[in-house]
């Protein structure tokens, strides 16, 4: 008799197999009948229907705004097909080669850099002052705070047109900014007065003992803490002052002023033929900056969050 074999001729691992299936008995898979199976793999399929109708919703139309920025003119329609039988960058170089381009590129970023930076400014003093402090009208102060930001920005064009004009502001970036981060501020102050309540008060009473000021409290322990939510308002302000359109219609007359997407709509019927091609990559090279920027932010967010739940 061997080590692998029982008395009787029975294998020592049939054995041991056995006795294992004994006490484990079925799996989950195998006690679950074939009913219940079939409701939760229809139960999955239920619930992937509408996130495949947001990736669809979602990706389609850049797919068809990148097919026709490789096509030419005539190949637009002649060409129902997304991949391009001759695909060219004549687009893409008559855009980045254009003058109104770069200047309103340039616009683009000064403005939603400058509006970020702003509404940082006075958003964050402003959401500790309404988080942290107890005065009369605390409540109803921060409800009309968010006031403005109900208004449409089709409400607001004409008295903010003639506030320009008699300041002597028409025309400058300055105004831009100031104007866009008055628009975000409600925005801005709602969402971190939330995350500073969030904050414990013993982390700041603790270096309050210390000695620390109110200015030292806030830039030594408030401001790294709610990291993760000063990036997301910066992300939303920058994408606010990205792709305004309305405002700049009405703000800015001269060429060398205009943003991204002001120049954009100017291209539209300007020749006899649309250029539809050069409409595509300008399209595309006004969305891919700040897709970038996402992408690269998103990781500091992740990370933010992450370094504030282990505090």
Do not use: C
């Amino acid at each position: 008799m061997t080590d692998a074999q029982r008395p009787g001729g029975v294998p020592l691992a049939a054995e041991t197999a056995a006795a294992a299936e004994a006490v484990t008995g079925p799996t989950r898979e195998e006690k679950r009948p074939a009913g219940g199976r079939l409701r939760r793999g229809l139960r999955q399929f239920l619930l992937a229907i509408p996130l495949i109708a947001l990736v669809v919703w979602t990706v389609a139309p850049f797919m068809v705004t990148t097919s026709v920025s490789f096509k030419e003119k005539g190949d637009v329609f002649s060409e129902p097909g997304l991949i391009p039988r001759d695909p060219t960058l004549d687009a893409y170089r008559e855009v980045l080669s254009s003058e109104s381009f770069t200047s309103s590129f340039v616009n683009s970023v000064v403005v939603g850099v400058g509006t970020t930076l702003l509404t940082l400014a006075i958003g964050v003093p402003a959401a500790y002052a309404f988080a942290r402090f107890r005065f009369r009208g605390r409540h109803l102060l921060l409800l009309f705070t968010l006031l403005p930001r109900l208004v449409p920005s089709l409400g607001i064009m004409v008295p903010i047109y003639r506030l320009a004009v008699a300041t002597g502001q028409l025309d400058k970036r300055t105004t831009l900014i100031i104007v866009y981060t008055g628009m975000l501020l409600p925005l801005a102050v709602w969402l971190m007065v939330g995350f500073f309540q969030q904050i414990p008060r013993d982390i700041e009473e603790a270096a309050n003992v210390d000695g620390a000021t109110l200015w030292t409290r806030l830039r030594y322990i408030v401001v790294p803490l709610a990291a993760p939510a000063m990036i997301t308002i910066g992300v939303l302000a920058f994408r606010e002052a990205w792709n305004e359109f309305t405002l700049v219609l009405v703000l800015t007359s001269t060429p060398g002023k205009r943003t991204l997407p002001f120049e954009l709509y100017l291209m539209q019927g300007i020749e006899g033929l649309a250029n539809f091609p050069a409409e595509a990559a300008f399209t595309l090279l006004t969305v891919l900056p700040f897709v970038l920027v996402y992408t690269r932010v998103e990781r500091y967010v992740v990370a933010g969050l992450v370094s504030g739940s282990g505090k």
